[in-house]
């Protein structure tokens, strides 16, 4: 059998099981969701469902706090299962951006994302792929990214001061302004990420954050500030109890990443010849440009997820338990909702690029920051104000690991940096969109790359290795 065709056959296979994957883990969710039923036995399912859809739902709305552990596992297997739909129905290609947008959509699932304000964002695309004659498949994957804009419209549906609302606070108004919204960010978003990715130079991973970001700036701007509106309300999860390390939602949780990750690892080995053979090889990987789908083939890419899982399940739990070994630190927010979910951004580019080695400078960064910032309060005789395992960190460390390439392609030294820089604007850029782009983190990347890009350029730093082939070694 020639090359040409065993490479063709080698792809199909990797397309079944990929394809298969996700589909996998939309019905997992589900499960979780019936155990949790069972075993958490919270309030009634219909009622807090019900709540979870007309709730406003701006960065960072905790659905385990607002209906349950278990409406929010059905929520994302629902939302998974949507991304499935449009994968399949559109005919995109299966390969690593694929993965990364539907884990995108299942990520924010747990926090900001239903399946009921998800629907208008992917029909803006949906309408600019109508109009200009664009094919649908070149355009679902902007399609699922292009949902990180639902959180407008929960707010425009349910919270936006419109004189039309009814006793269950929904809108006429909200709905068609959220269609206007929809359609022009459907037509917007197509058009500014090439520009905005060519800005970063591919060293956020991230690439829609940055794009989305902006149009969120603008949207935001206009809909508040400009208007004379006053600032959206408070997240309805603020206030809450938070779930300690040991609460039954925080184990439920974590068990259900654990047996995921370990299921993930077992299907790499087997499929892999039961073998972790290559997995050497990927780990070398600069992340700048790389594509573990094509260049080491979905078994290792499965291997990744269940490696990248466990060890970002490590980094949690360390993190976590900082306050309880160092009194007087804020204490941590723990197995949210939202650090559920941003498990699975972190891991949404597994297949993309990211492993442990190249985002291990991200996790340094974000720990010298923290460093400092201590041992600055404590000059100044003031209580340390976060701790690594805070909520906006937490979500802002999955995110910096988009930041990878440059660790990848410039060292160690300049990844720490890169981290470093993110972690001090992670916690105010949400203030720039109002808290309406779930894709905050990768707003930030984004911003972060183009600091980061500009001094490199300016002191005529040349990276240190060389693009990523199977045989390129990284730091």
Request: hydrophobic share 50%; proline share 5%; charged share 10%.
């Amino acid at each position: 059998m020639d090359n040409p065709t065993m490479q063709r056959m080698t792809s199909r296979r990797d397309d079944r099981m990929m394809s298969r994957f996700m589909l996998f883990l939309s019905l997992y969710f589900l499960f979780c969701s019936l155990c949790a039923v069972f075993i958490l036995e919270e309030g009634n399912f219909l009622s807090s469902l019900g709540r979870l859809l007309v709730s406003p739902s701006r960065l960072v709305t905790d659905y385990f706090a607002l209906s349950g552990v278990a409406v929010t596992f059905f929520n994302v297997g629902v939302c998974g299962l949507i991304a499935n739909a449009v994968i399949g129905l559109s005919r995109l290609p299966i390969n690593a951006t694929a993965f990364a947008a539907y884990l995108l959509v299942v990520a924010h699932g747990f926090y900001g994302l239903n399946f009921l304000n998800l629907w208008l964002p992917m029909l803006g695309v949906l309408l600019y792929c109508l109009v200009r004659r664009a094919r649908v498949s070149e355009n679902a994957h902007i399609m699922l990214f292009a949902t990180a804009l639902a959180p407008f419209v929960s707010d425009l549906l349910f919270a936006y001061p419109l004189p039309d609302r009814d006793g269950f606070g929904f809108s006429v108004i909200g709905l068609v302004l959220s269609v206007l919204l929809s359609v022009f960010s459907g037509f917007f978003a197509p058009a500014v990420l090439p520009g905005t990715t060519a800005m970063h130079r591919g060293y956020n991973m991230y690439k829609a954050g940055l794009a989305l970001g902006l149009l969120g700036l603008f949207l935001y701007s206009f809909l508040y500030p400009s208007l004379g509106i006053s600032e959206p309300l408070p997240s309805v999860t603020a206030g809450m109890p938070k779930p300690t390390l040991l609460s039954a939602q925080g184990i439920f949780a974590e068990v259900s990443l654990f047996v995921l990750f370990l299921i993930s690892l077992l299907l790499g080995f087997f499929f892999n010849g039961k073998s972790f053979r290559g997995y050497r090889s990927l780990l070398r990987a600069s992340g700048y440009g790389t594509d573990f789908y094509h260049l080491h083939g979905v078994p290792l890419c499965f291997v990744n997820f269940g490696v990248y899982g466990f060890a970002l399940l490590a980094y949690l739990n360390a993190v976590f338990a900082l306050p309880l070994l160092i009194p007087g630190l804020p204490a941590a927010a723990c197995f949210t909702g939202p650090t559920v979910g941003v498990v699975f951004a972190a891991l949404s580019f597994s297949a993309d690029g990211q492993n442990v080695r190249n985002i291990a400078p991200i996790a340094v960064g974000y720990f010298s920051l923290f460093l400092v910032c201590s041992l600055g309060c404590v000059a100044l005789s003031r209580p340390v104000a976060w701790t690594l395992g805070t909520q906006s960190y937490v979500n802002g460390f999955a995110f910096a690991t988009g930041l990878c390439p440059f660790a990848g392609k410039y060292g160690k030294r300049f990844g720490t940096l890169a981290g470093f820089l993110g972690a001090t604007i992670c916690t105010v850029t949400d203030e720039m969109h109002g808290g309406f782009v779930l894709y905050n983190g990768g707003f930030t990347a984004g911003l972060t790359a183009l600091i980061l890009i500009c001094l490199l350029d300016f002191y005529h730093i040349k990276p240190k290795f060389r693009d990523d082939t199977t045989e390129n070694a990284a730091p």
